[in-house]
């Protein structure tokens, strides 16, 4: 598994937030954003990065308040995130980008496609770090335990706290989203279950449902697999 220090880690301030990313530079298009999972970083996406930056411009944030960068209380929900993407989009040059967004970054992904129509070429979402199977390096453990420790954790959790008010109101929304999606269920989540990858996939109306064999933590556990996934949406979201 490649190490920590193969990531291209930088910050830069986005709509006046101090971000973490990491950025594959080269050619502007196809451009993939990744958003790090919770409680994760954008070290997360380590195992998938050699094959996706063959293939793409790869560019991998920390959303503000979670990883490594700087929290906004005001960001601290899914539509307001997704404005937030809005504003990454423009400053970051990434034209068009195809969304990858799983955990704490499916919601903000899906406003952002349905209150910005053609923003996005394509979205893929997803529906205790010791379940991940087969663990993860210790540098990268690390960076984890690092990005929320102090409070850092605590108040992250505003962000999903705000889903009782929030996600009833995207509900509504699916329905009139046209970029092209792709949800993906893994067959072991114990986190989330699959009636919440199928809520979606019935109420998007240019969605597929893809499964995978693997826990929560996908992108890690079966980084070649969902990393093919996410090149073949990438292709499906060109043509």
């Known amino acids: ?42 070290y997360a996406f380590t195992p998938m990065w050699p094959s996706l930056s063959e293939r793409a411009r790869v560019f991998a944030v920390d959303l503000p308040g979670f990883g490594g960068s700087e ?20 400053e970051t040059g990434l034209e068009a980008p195809h969304v990858v967004a799983p955990d704490v970054g499916t919601a903000a992904a899906l406003f952002a496609a349905a209150d910005n129509p053609g923003l996005l070429a394509s979205v893929v979402v997803g529906a205790a770090l010791d379940t991940i199977a087969g663990g993860i390096p210790a540098d990268i453990r690390a960076d ?10 605590v108040e992250s959790m505003r962000y999903v706290r705000s889903y009782p008010q929030e996600l009833p109101v995207l509900a509504d929304l699916l329905p009139r989203i046209d970029t092209p999606m792709t949800i993906i269920a893994a067959r072991h989540d114990r986190v989330v279950p699959l009636a919440n990858a ?3 996939h019935d109420r998007l109306p240019a969605s597929r449902l893809v499964t995978i064999d693997a826990g929560h933590f996908a992108w890690e556990e079966a980084p070649a697999e969902y990393a093919a996934i996410v090149l073949d949406s990438v292709t499906r979201g060109q043509s």
């Open 198 to 200: 199928e809520f979606l």
């Open 71 to 90: 929290r906004r209380e005001k960001l601290l929900s899914p539509r307001a995130m997704g404005a937030f993407l809005v504003s990454l989009v423009a």
């Open 144 to 153: 984890y335990v690092d990005c929320y420790a102090g409070d850092r954790f």
């Open 1 to 42: 598994m490649p190490t920590i220090t193969t990531l291209p880690v930088r910050f830069q301030t986005v709509d006046g937030v101090r971000i973490r990313y990491a950025d594959s530079g080269g050619a502007q298009r196809p451009a993939i954003l990744l958003t790090s999972p919770w409680p994760e970083s954008v």
